[in-house]
């Protein structure tokens, strides 16, 4: 809820502003580039493997397109939702979420968010390299003999590889935003697509049109196909979970509504559908023309055996996975340290810590750990949908989008976000019991059968603790509609007025003013 017209705050608190926090002063993010983040998401080698593994695992492929476009029709609906707030408030996911847990209590949901994407950071660097060693050695074979031993876990040729994905990606991502705009547009959002269609297309052409897209390679049963389909539709929401906590980060650039709307739309249930769709093709196709199913893009392309497709398929691969890190693991971090210590971190150093703890965590180690990928990132998994729902809640239902954007960056007691000493102790109340349900859920053997759709009740029973006890602000609020105009912002027009006196005077504002943020 709004500050009193009585007690209005007065210049932004240090401890709580930079440039890269601040509402976005250039918007600059139109429908293509929301697509292509979208693109640069979704087109990834898990997400194509998680639509050809329903198809090998039985489901008819009329129903594993039903159950991914029912998901993420899902996704599209709460990506929409937190844009709304994202574009009118302007402000990135820690900020936004000092509204309802406090100014200084928005720290807890952003360093969980923050620990999930160091791990996924890392997990997904390694993985590029990966790419990196199987396009090394189709260049030059006699480098093998560096592939054999083990230091921490990986080989002398798997370490450079893994290092220089990381000084790739380290020398992209301190650009700033607005420098990843640019890359995702042109580079990692279309060029997966490309590859992916050749694959379908030469796998079609060596089967001589004889592959089945209607049958069930199992057998499975038509109960098991709805519960399995049931499964699909609730993973495929838990999956971009990450993303709809974050997306304010994204949707603060766009310059109206419409923008993030439409590249949603088109990004998620037309583009997410799509891919699936040439997935099971090609995955379709390798039963036809190797004689076996392979739901490994990289391991369709050696199967090929040819070395200009294993090197444009290991490219390909290599940039798609520096997509992904960019948009899921990399931009959120990188504000939640920023939002750590305003004062000493900004996007760009929140970016390194983000980096160099990727590597610390060894990420080979973690992903090759059943028992650490099942209750470390699993258990954080579960306080997803508690985080999602107390957002939503806070702006929908208990201030009616009435947001006071200048008073998140104040530290004044009397603050309408200063709560009890920064922390809001009704966000907690939330989430604590929330949390520990959809945990117990997701990783206890006993709930097997409802561990999959453990986001629903940990999302569901945080909405309604939060709601509840926030009944007396709801009143306050009003019943009207949620406004859509961008919120007002003194702070906003000094970050303006800052940006347009460093170009008169050709003087940058520091390491904190990437363009658009």
Do not use: C
């Not at 230091?151 to 990843?180: D, H, K, N, P, Y």
Request: hydrophobic share 55%; no cysteine.
């Amino acid at each position: 809820m709004s500050t009193s017209p009585q007690h209005r705050p007065g210049p932004p608190d240090p401890r709580l502003f930079n440039e890269d926090l601040a509402p976005a002063a250039r918007r600059t993010w139109g429908t293509y580039s929301v697509f292509a983040l979208w693109m640069s998401d979704t087109h990834a080698i898990s997400n194509y493997a998680f639509a050809a593994s329903l198809f090998v695992l039985g489901l008819p492929a009329w129903e594993v397109f039903a159950a991914l476009l029912a998901g993420i029709t899902i996704v599209h609906w709460l990506m929409n939702r937190m844009g709304h707030a994202g574009h009118r408030t302007g402000v990135p996911y820690p900020v936004l979420a000092r509204a309802s847990w406090g100014v200084y209590g928005a720290n807890i949901p952003a360093l969980l968010r923050a620990v999930m994407a160091v791990a996924w950071y890392g997990i997904q660097t390694w993985l590029a390299s990966t790419a990196v060693v199987l396009l090394t050695l189709q260049i030059a074979p006699g480098l093998d003999a560096y592939n054999h031993n083990s230091v921490l876990g990986l080989s002398t040729l798997g370490w450079i590889a893994f290092l220089v994905m990381w000084g790739l990606q380290a020398a992209l991502l301190t650009r700033g935003m607005e420098f990843i705009r640019k890359v995702q547009d042109f580079a990692t959002g279309p060029v997966v697509w490309l590859v992916v269609l050749a694959l379908a297309v030469y796998l079609v052409v060596a089967s001589h049109g004889e592959i089945s897209l209607t049958r069930s390679l199992t057998g499975l049963g038509g109960t098991e196909q709805v519960r399995q389909s049931l499964i699909a539709v609730s993973l495929t929401v838990a999956t971009f979970l990450t993303l709809v906590l974050n997306y304010a980060d994204f949707a603060r650039f766009t310059p109206d509504h419409r923008s993030y709307r439409r590249g949603n739309l088109i990004g998620l249930p037309v583009n997410f559908t799509a891919f699936a769709v040439v997935a099971v093709l090609v995955t379709a196709g390798t039963i036809a023309v190797f004689g076996q199913a392979i739901y490994d893009p990289v391991k369709v392309i050696q199967k090929i055996d040819n070395p200009v497709v294993t090197v444009v398929g290991a490219l390909a691969f290599i940039i798609a996975t520096i997509g992904i890190n960019v948009v899921a693991n990399f931009v959120s971090p990188a504000y939640d340290f920023a939002n750590l210590l305003p004062k000493y971190l900004d996007f760009k150093r929140g970016g390194m810590i983000t980096a160099v703890l990727a590597v610390l965590v060894l990420p080979w180690k973690l992903y090759s750990s059943a028992l650490v990928i099942q209750y470390f990132l699993g258990a954080l998994g579960a306080f997803l949908g508690p985080l999602v729902a107390i957002l939503l809640v806070d702006y929908y239902l208990v201030r009616r989008g009435r947001i006071d954007v200048d008073a998140l960056f104040s530290a004044d007691a009397e603050g309408a976000y200063f709560y009890r000493r920064g922390y809001n102790p009704k966000a907690v109340i939330a989430f604590v019991p929330a949390a520990v349900v959809a945990a117990a859920l997701a990783l206890l053997p006993v709930f097997d059968v409802v561990a999959p759709f453990s986001w629903i009740f940990g999302m569901g029973l945080s909405g309604l603790l939060y709601a509840a006890v926030s009944g007396r602000a709801r009143a306050a609020a009003g019943t009207g509609p949620i406004p859509r105009d961008i919120i007002a912002s003194q702070v906003r027009g000094e970050v303006v007025e800052a940006a347009e006196e460093s170009a008169r005077s050709g003087v940058g504002l520091g390491p904190a003013a990437a363009p658009g943020s």
